[in-house]
């Protein structure tokens, strides 16, 4: 069960990465044209050749930058749905892991079917779909990976409490970036510290929660919106403070409690996440430093669930 969930997890950890090219990249970060294309989910469709038509599409497709995600993309789903399938009949032949081999098996079904018939990023239900189901697998199976890991030293109780904090504002502010995403407000903020003159959400934060709703398509092919863009960006910007600091803080008490190289790597993982952050804002969020932000706080929920089965297994050692 451990060698497939380590497999698993290696093509979770790969999915959740050309995923959040693939989603980024069709929400217009890093256009050039920036504003002008951000947000164009909705465009009409350039008339192709009549001559050669097939053809002329598949070669022009294969010139574009990264033209190999979309397949290489499938190819790992398609693995990865494999290797879900033999941990849920093995978990049932050793008696052992059955509930969470079966959710995670319930997931793959689900994100196959929320791939073939969604209705694309103007629907914010799809996109919070894919990254939630995408994150909550990689979850599950970074727990599966390291629950067994032993500490070399005992750690406190209060390690346990800073991680665990940790974890939960992590998930909230994975939470508030799928949703700055589906809103199409990565980009409603362009100053720093502050968002326009203030940093506080105003009053259409809720709008911005609606995942049932679907964006307006206007005539040039841009997705209409609002100020509830910038009221969930700036939610994301707070929640990451806190998410910042909770982390911190849990690393170098886990330093403290001598829990080896991961408390220094989830130290290294934050700094990091924060300075990509940044540098997003400030360099308009081209489309590399949009997915590294995405694959940053993927490895950063893995080095918290190890830090969490280091600092929940101290008795072991009692």
Same mark, same amino acid.
């Given at each position: 069960?451990?060698?497939?969930?380590?497999?698993?997890?290696?093509?979770?950890?790969?999915?959740?990465?050309?995923?959040?090219?693939?989603?980024?990249?069709?929400?217009?970060?890093?256009?050039?044209?920036?504003?002008?294309?951000?947000?164009?989910?909705?465009?009409?469709?350039?008339?192709?050749?009549?001559?050669?038509?097939?053809?002329?599409?598949?070669?022009?497709?294969?010139?574009?930058?990264?033209?190999?995600?979309?397949?290489?993309?499938?190819?790992?789903?398609?693995?990865?749905?494999?290797?879900?399938?033999?941990?849920?009949?093995?978990?049932?032949?050793?008696?052992?892991?059955?509930?969470?081999?079966?959710?995670?098996?319930?997931?793959?079904?689900?994100?196959?079917?929320?791939?073939?018939?969604?209705?694309?990023?103007?629907?914010?239900?799809?996109?919070?779909?894919?990254?939630?189901?995408?994150?909550?697998?990689?979850?599950?199976?970074?727990?599966?990976?390291?629950?067994?890991?032993?500490?070399?030293?005992?750690?406190?109780?209060?390690t346990k409490g800073w991680v665990t904090a940790a974890l939960v504002w992590l998930a909230f502010q994975i939470m508030t970036?799928?949703?700055?995403?589906?809103?199409?407000?990565?980009?409603?903020?362009?100053?720093?510290?502050?968002?326009?003159?203030?940093?506080?959400?105003?009053?259409?934060?809720?709008?911005?929660?609606?995942?049932?709703?679907?964006?307006?398509?206007?005539?040039?092919?841009?997705?209409?919106?609002?100020?509830?863009?910038?009221?969930?960006?700036? =939610?994301? #910007? *707070?929640? @990451? $403070?806190?998410?910042?600091?909770? &982390? +911190?803080?849990?690393?170098?008490?886990?330093?403290?409690?001598?829990?080896?190289?991961?408390?220094?790597?989830?130290?290294?993982?934050?700094?990091?996440?924060?300075?990509?952050?940044?540098?997003?804002?400030?360099?308009?969020?081209?489309?590399?430093?949009?997915?590294?932000?995405?694959?940053?706080?993927?490895?950063?929920?893995?080095? =918290?669930? #190890? *830090?969490? @089965? $280091?600092?929940?297994?101290?008795? &072991? +050692?009692?």
């Amino acid at each position: 069960m451990r060698r497939l969930a380590v497999s698993s997890l290696l093509l979770v950890i790969a999915l959740v990465s050309v995923s959040a090219y693939l989603r980024l990249d069709n929400s217009g970060i890093g256009c050039a044209d920036w504003p002008d294309c951000y947000g164009r989910i909705g465009a009409a469709d350039v008339a192709e050749p009549t001559v050669g038509s097939t053809y002329e599409r598949l070669a022009l497709e294969a010139q574009q930058p990264l033209s190999w995600a979309t397949p290489v993309h499938r190819l790992v789903a398609s693995i990865l749905g494999l290797t879900v399938l033999a941990m849920a009949l093995v978990s049932v032949r050793v008696k052992r892991d059955r509930l969470i081999s079966f959710t995670l098996l319930a997931l793959t079904v689900f994100l196959a079917w929320l791939g073939i018939y969604s209705g694309g990023l103007h629907n914010p239900a799809v996109v919070m779909g894919n990254l939630g189901g995408g994150f909550t697998m990689l979850g599950l199976l970074g727990w599966m990976t390291f629950r067994s890991a032993k500490p070399s030293s005992n750690a406190p109780a209060s390690t346990k409490g800073w991680v665990t904090a940790a974890l939960v504002w992590l998930a909230f502010q994975i939470m508030t970036g799928g949703l700055t995403s589906a809103n199409f407000a990565a980009s409603a903020c362009q100053t720093l510290p502050d968002c326009h003159g203030s940093y506080l959400p105003g009053g259409k934060l809720s709008e911005a929660f609606d995942i049932s709703r679907t964006h307006e398509i206007g005539p040039t092919g841009l997705a209409i919106g609002g100020s509830e863009r910038t009221d969930i960006h700036k =939610l994301h #910007r *707070l929640s @990451a $403070l806190i998410t910042t600091i909770t &982390a +911190l803080i849990a690393g170098f008490s886990a330093m403290q409690a001598r829990l080896g190289w991961n408390a220094a790597i989830v130290v290294a993982l934050v700094v990091a996440e924060l300075g990509v952050g940044i540098a997003a804002i400030m360099t308009d969020i081209p489309i590399g430093v949009a997915t590294a932000h995405n694959w940053l706080a993927a490895m950063l929920l893995l080095a =918290l669930l #190890r *830090l969490y @089965a $280091l600092s929940n297994n101290r008795q &072991a +050692l009692l």
